[in-house]
């Protein structure tokens, strides 16, 4: 099977008290400052074994909840959801992932959300739910290319080769492989190159092309020296045994296979050295050494036995059922055979148990997907109210522009650029002439339009940069970035111009408005109120002048 790289534990043991260390510095930290911490401890807990890993990220939730920081919580939910996966419970890893995605959702972070839709990809992959595994790495595919995310693209690639092998479409598999294999080197993914090498070789064997097999299985041991995946090198030692067997080079075969045996000899990965076992045992018999074969089979048995791999058993049971009848060991033989046929009706027996127990898991799986997209949405729709009702603080309802409150931070803004770079800007407050007037005359809803027509009139003759927004009543407050009360004046005089040559017309009567304006350019120590005070007298020098006017201490 191609190997997946969705949880790497390269680090070790005896990590505790640097996690608990790291989830210390944590509760006392605050703000972006929490973010080393938050990987420190993800990235420690991932070189654990399942079962502290999984005591730690359950250590790490606890906290996250208890000072109810949302980034922790997704990272801790992460966490149990990988430890669960490598203990085999993929009810709970798919229900901890969608914790996490749900978090990550919310926090909008998409190198995060990808990295989650290809784990939930991977629980729906170990059930045997292919359709589901490979609508999460679209999905996850779609996220990283959008991002140029180099190293998440070539991740889900090796996901979408892993998930094409195992459906034995070779040819899409090894597509994937190669072009993850491309980035991997352009990032210098040397982990991902060395997994990338061993599973393009397994393509190959499968494909029955032994020599191409054993270029990339080479390949693979030599990239993983530089990061000491011993694991990896284990698995490509083994399919280069099998290669060397099949090109007919036994003895090759056979030192291939015992420098696998002799790097998991030590460990506890049973299964591992009982397929190491059976291999030495085939090549026996294509040599005729089948008395050493069968020596090699009842070893790789008692392996099996340990590892409880069925299929694994039945393949040995298989072997010695043909191989004990040529060395004339004919009760042995039948007792095999028994244990071959009985291992057979329970291994279907069991496999048809466990079809059902995988369909329910998936059910169980798509109504957790299914609840986590209503609360996605759900999520969404409080996101748009919300946003919603910001807009609606911010915005005066007749006319569409910010109000008051808006015009007020916007203001903060310049005077806190003013005050670190000393950038000038002026402000001008624009007066509607005549507006009691135009209500006596025409109705207060004819007030209201023009206010409305006013302010797009204005807004229209505005810079990009430029600023405007209802100060109150008929006045309107504009703000120039970044410009001298000189340029303000010429953009503020095109201003009342323009408003000066627009019609109305109420009941086919045609109509004109004017607009008087004063500005004020900030100075040091001056505070907001005393900016827009000094453009209000101006405003009113320009009223007692006559109206329609620009007025500032420029020379009119």
Not at 125 to 142: C, F, P
Not at 196 to 217: C, F, Q, S, T, V
Not at 342 to 366: G, H, P, V
Not at 523 to 538: F, G, K, M, N, Y
């Amino acid at each position: 099977m191609c190997r997946d790289t969705a949880w790497e534990s390269p680090k070790g043991e005896k990590m505790k008290p640097i996690v608990q260390e790291a989830l210390s510095q944590l509760k006392k930290t605050r703000g972006k400052r929490k973010f080393p911490f938050y990987e420190v401890v993800i990235d420690i807990q991932n070189g654990l074994e399942p079962a502290q890993r999984l005591a730690f990220a359950q250590e790490f939730l606890v906290l996250a909840e208890r000072i109810k920081d949302i980034h922790a919580q997704a990272n801790a939910h992460n966490a149990l959801g990988g430890a669960y996966y490598q203990l085999r419970k993929p009810d709970e890893s798919a229900y901890h992932f969608q914790q996490a995605l749900a978090f990550f959702e919310t926090l909008s972070i998409p190198s995060q959300i990808a990295k989650l839709y290809r784990n939930i990809g991977i629980v729906f992959w170990e059930v045997g739910d292919y359709n589901q595994a490979l609508t999460y790495y679209q999905k996850s595919l779609s996220i990283v290319e959008d991002t140029d995310d180099t190293k998440g693209i070539a991740r889900t690639y090796n996901n979408l080769g892993s998930l094409y092998g195992i459906l034995n479409r070779n040819e899409e598999a090894l597509n994937y492989f190669e072009k993850a294999l491309d980035l991997a080197k352009k990032e210098q993914m040397q982990t991902q190159i060395a997994y990338l090498y061993n599973n393009i070789g397994e393509i190959h064997l499968n494909n029955g092309d032994p020599k191409r097999a054993l270029e990339y299985m080479n390949l693979s041991i030599e990239a993983s020296k530089t990061n000491s995946d011993k694991a990896n090198v284990d698995f490509a030692l083994l399919n280069i045994g099998k290669a060397y067997r099949l090109l007919h080079q036994n003895e090759a075969a056979k030192e291939s296979i015992r420098s696998c045996q002799n790097l998991v000899q030590r460990g506890q990965d049973f299964g591992l050295q009982a397929s190491c076992a059976l291999e030495l045992a085939r090549i026996e018999i294509s040599q005729g050494q089948c008395r050493l074969a069968v020596d090699h089979l009842e070893a790789a048995l008692v392996l099996a036995e340990k590892s409880q791999v069925k299929s694994l058993l039945l393949e040995i049971y298989k072997e010695l059922t043909e191989t004990l009848p040529i060395v004339e060991d004919y009760r042995k033989a039948v007792d095999y055979f028994r244990k071959y046929v009985n291992e057979k009706e329970n291994y279907f027996s069991e496999k048809t148990a466990k079809t059902l127990a995988e369909m329910e898991t998936r059910a169980r799986i798509q109504k957790m997907t299914q609840e986590a997209e209503f609360l996605k949405q759900k999520n969404e729709a409080l996101k748009t109210a919300f946003r919603k009702m910001e807009q609606i603080a911010r915005t005066d309802e007749l006319t569409g522009l910010p109000n008051r409150r808006e015009i007020m931070r916007k203001l903060k803004e310049q005077v806190h650029l003013y005050e670190r770079k000393q950038i000038p800007f002026t402000v001008a407050i624009a007066d509607l002439d005549f507006f009691k007037n135009l209500n006596d005359t025409y109705g207060h809803l004819e007030g209201d339009k023009v206010l409305k027509k006013l302010g797009k009139v204005v807004s229209s003759t505005l810079r990009g940069e430029d600023f405007i927004g209802r100060w109150g009543g008929e006045e309107f407050l504009l703000i120039f970035p970044a410009t001298a009360l000189a340029e303000a004046t010429i953009v503020a005089e095109r201003i009342r111009a323009k408003v000066e040559k627009t019609s109305f017309s109420k009941r086919k009567r045609i109509y004109h408005v004017t607009l008087t304006i004063g500005l004020a350019q900030m100075a040091p120590e001056r505070t907001i109120d005393d900016l827009v005070s000094e453009a209000d007298q101006w405003l009113y020098q320009g009223k007692a002048e006559g109206r329609n006017r620009v007025r500032s201490l420029m020379p009119s």
